[in-house]
């Protein structure tokens, strides 16, 4: 039985997913093949995802092709009418906006007593789980495939002690993932977040970006394109030096904070922005986060350094430092387009739902053949998917004429220069 | 209770304390209406002057009415549309003691009255917002147009439509073209509303900017900003232009340009800019593209003929909040907040930075006005010292510093003989 706030608010949750179904090529793709050769009939599968309507989408088309699907969802990322309208399509949904941190603990608990063959995982949490306190579950759990980096470093962390006991398919590292999701999906919706909450300016202000990995290039791309100068920390020489070719300035969190109008988190590490570079900040700093854990910008402690705390806007908590100077935390912290926004856009979760969708497949039909460990997804879906896309945009693409294909695979010919 | 809250038409005033959050956060990011336009009105020119505002009643415009009652002007407020105003602004409004006359989403017939109840006040200064108020009271209180002592006008719509009055012969009194300041459309027009209307319909819809071709009807410098916050979030931009100069413009800005029934058919959304109606009429709905998500950017709800579309629509249905879909025979067209000014009707306005010029334009005109009893009939631009001393004031406040030319740099400028 379904754990949700409100069964009458179905009707409103259904529109959402059939406004979102429309905009989700790949995925009407996607679904009428697994209908047709029901590779997931009779299937079990857990899902742990944000729960908006593009989630809520996906769930149903595996529910559409036959599989048993139950979800859940922790309360600050639930949309209630959207787990409504789910339960109603079939979905075993575990998910309410009122629910304490115990009760989603054991809406977790409850996906995993589902028994699930496969799992749709975000941030590895039931692998986790799967894997020291309901170890029961590992008996019938025969893969996962994982939403986020901050997932996969913990599954490759796992597989380093030994302790990873199925195979996962790396989903964020499939490239119909990361360099359109990470990229574009998070760029786009955590800078429009920011506009929207604060109704601010972003034109001739300052954005810190606190690592330059997909995310970070993202959201320094967008708010480039909305007008602000970007200065980009990194850790990572590597991604820094990309950066300063990229035309932004590279600078010590603590100095880039203390020219940035807004400070925006994108490393997947926690304490990434730690109080003594917030202390660095300018009054009336924006900082919000694009990553995963919620305790990229250290929250806990910037709340015990503040000498008051007031909520001054939907989303927005200005926190009073000791010298009357404030700064604003957008979203409390948490990835700040789906705790202030409604998430990526719709184009976008439909091409990373295709790659959770056919990884979810390629598990349900090959785990078996598959060792313990972080597996990538087969490219050959990868293509299927960026092909489903263009074709849905109407874009031809070329092939390489068997000629050219034989010349790529000469090794004994050196090519003329 | 108030005796503004009494005399008031609102919606509701318990939700006062709301609209003083949204107010306070305002002036806080407003340091050219804090500083400039503070200290120019405390002169005592406004003492006891009866104002009317009306602009969207949202957090900007309720701090400029409230500047300006603090300077000791008696001022009344009104929406200039009714999708743009916000009942919990109007409530903390009224309980500091601005009379206000507005009510979110009401009806034709309601709005008129709210309109004509602020003309009844007969305001000797107005400021106004696409020429609606002035437009009523020469209308309908002609009797009332020998108390008005001077007009500011917010937008370019405004600013024509005063122009036909003066064609007309019946602008007899001074009125301001705000709109045309630098200060104002430089800002305002372009970086306002570019930002303000992508973010709007990306919200609205949910959908992705990247990769998609966007339609832009009007390239004035609302359509320069859309196509340039447009191409920003990595979408392509096509100007549709009827006036050969902008066309040209855009076109060397790197941006497609083309006629309405090229571009139509391959735009995932279309945006109008044009200030006027039908930019999107009955005969261009043949030409959307399946999916289209049309907006608009521009002053009136007319830009894109909505009826047109209904009574070429199979079936109406509401897709998402502010998103009605119109079934046509070609496919799904989607219209955001029925075609009124989406980043208005469907979000928060412009951003306040950009409103803390636009307003400090504004104030200064109606302190202009105030304080020059001798200006003549007709349109006018903002003195242009006003004009300096405001974007001044913001690069200060910014800290960003300017050099002077150099003596012999001045005189070289100052001679025509070299």
């Not at chain 1, 912290?333 to 856009?345: D, K």
């Not at chain 2, 107010?23 to 407003?30: D, L």
């Not at chain 2, 950009?354 to 104030?363: E, G, H, K, N, T």
Request: hydrophobic share 45%; charged share 20%; net charge negative.
């Amino acid at each position: 039985m379904s754990e949700i706030l409100d069964p009458t608010l179905a009707a409103a949750g259904a529109a959402k997913i059939d406004w979102a179904a429309a905009h989700a090529p790949v995925m009407a793709h996607m679904r009428d093949r697994m209908v047709a050769d029901r590779s997931l009939q009779g299937r079990r599968i857990g899902v742990v995802l944000a729960l908006e309507p593009k989630t809520a989408l996906l769930a149903q088309i595996l529910t559409d092709a036959g599989a048993e699907v139950a979800l859940a969802c922790p309360a600050a990322l639930v949309t209630d009418d959207v787990a409504a309208a789910l339960a109603a399509r079939g979905v075993e949904v575990f998910a309410r906006s009122d629910a304490t941190p115990a009760q989603d603990e054991g809406f977790l608990a409850a996906v995993l007593d589902h028994r699930p063959e496969v799992v749709i995982d975000d941030m590895a949490e039931l692998i986790r789980m799967a894997h020291t306190t309901h170890t029961g579950a590992l008996v019938h759990l025969q893969g996962a495939t994982e939403e986020t980096t901050s997932g996969i470093n913990t599954l490759r962390a796992m597989a380093a002690d030994e302790a990873l006991r199925i195979p996962c398919i790396a989903a964020n590292d499939a490239r119909c993932k990361h360099l359109f999701d990470n990229r574009y999906g998070s760029g786009q919706s955590v800078v429009m977040a920011l506009l929207d909450t604060t109704n601010l300016m972003m034109g001739g202000t300052t954005v810190a970006v606190v690592g330059y990995g997909w995310v970070g290039k993202g959201v320094a791309r967008v708010a480039r394109g909305m007008g602000a100068r970007i200065v980009v920390s990194e850790v990572d020489p590597v991604a820094a030096l990309e950066a300063h070719h990229d035309g932004f300035d590279v600078a010590p969190v603590t100095d880039a904070c203390a020219t940035a109008d807004w400070v925006i988190t994108a490393t997947a590490c926690p304490g990434a922005l730690p109080v003594s570079a917030v202390e660095r900040c300018r009054d009336g700093a924006i900082l919000a986060n694009a990553g995963g854990p919620a305790d990229e910008i250290d929250v806990t402690g910037l709340a015990e350094r503040a000498r008051e705390i007031r909520a001054v806007r939907d989303h927005v908590v200005e926190h009073v430092l000791d010298d009357d100077r404030s700064v604003f935390l957008v979203g409390d912290g948490r990835c700040v387009n789906l705790s202030a926004g409604e998430g990526h856009p719709i184009e976008i979760m439909d091409l990373t739902f295709a790659v959770q969708g056919l990884a979810t497949r390629h598990l349900a039909l090959h785990a078996h053949e598959m060792a313990p460990g972080v597996h990538p997804l087969p490219a050959e879906i990868d293509a299927e998917i960026a092909r489903a896309k263009l074709a849905a945009l109407g874009v031809g693409i070329d092939d390489l004429t068997p000629e050219q294909a034989a010349a790529l695979a000469d090794w004994r010919h050196a090519p003329s220069v | 209770m108030t005796d503004a809250t009494e005399r008031s038409h609102i919606a509701d005033p318990s939700l006062a304390d709301r609209g003083d959050e949204r107010i306070a956060w305002v002036a806080r990011h407003s340091p050219v209406l804090n500083r400039l336009a503070r200290q120019r009105l405390s002169d005592g020119a406004l003492d006891g002057t009866r104002v009317a505002v009306v602009v969207h009643l949202e957090a900007k415009t309720a701090y400029l009415a409230l500047l300006l009652a603090e300077a000791g002007a008696r001022v009344v407020a009104a929406g200039s549309n009714p999708g743009s105003t916000q009942d919990a602004v109007c409530a903390a409004l009224a309980r500091r003691g601005v009379e206000v006359h507005a009510r979110h989403g009401s009806p034709p017939d309601e709005f008129e009255s709210d309109l004509l109840a602020v003309a009844d006040t007969a305001p000797e200064l107005v400021v106004d917002d696409g020429a609606e108020l002035t437009a009523r009271i020469v209308d309908h209180r002609p009797e009332l147009v020998g108390s008005l002592r001077g007009v500011t006008e917010e937008t370019t719509t405004g600013i024509a439509r005063l122009r036909a009055l003066e064609r007309a012969g019946r602008l007899s009194f001074p009125a301001i073209a705000a709109n045309d300041a630098w200060c104002k459309h430089l800002f305002d027009n372009r970086f306002g509303t570019g930002q303000s209307v992508l973010a709007a319909v990306l919200r609205l819809t949910n959908t992705s900017a990247a990769g998609k071709r966007v339609c832009v009807i009007g390239y004035g410098w609302v359509g320069r900003g859309l196509a340039q916050y447009a191409t920003g979030l990595g979408a392509q931009a096509v100007v549709v232009e009827v006036d050969p100069v902008p066309a040209l413009e855009a076109a060397m800005e790197g941006h497609r340009v083309a006629r309405l029934r090229d571009a139509l058919p391959e735009a995932d959304m279309v945006l109008t800019a044009t200030g006027g109606i039908e930019a999107i009429g009955s005969e261009a709905i043949e030409w959307l593209r399946p999916g289209a998500i049309l907006a608009n950017a521009g002053h009136h709800d007319r830009e894109i003929d909505v009826a047109a579309l209904e009574a070429a629509a199979s079936d109406v249905v509401t897709a998402r909040d502010g998103v009605t879909t119109y079934r046509l025979d070609g496919g799904d067209v989607h219209v955001l907040s029925e075609g009124r000014l989406v980043n208005i009707a469907g979000a928060d306005g412009h951003p306040v930075e950009i409103m803390d010029l636009s307003f400090a334009v504004q104030a200064l005109a109606v302190h202009h006005l105030a304080s020059t009893p001798d200006l003549a009939p007709g349109l006018h631009r903002l003195p242009v010292e006003l004009d300096r001393a405001i974007a001044a004031t913001k690069l200060a406040t910014l800290g960003i510093e300017l050099d002077d030319l150099t003596g012999s740099q001045r005189a070289f400028f100052d001679r025509w003989d070299q």
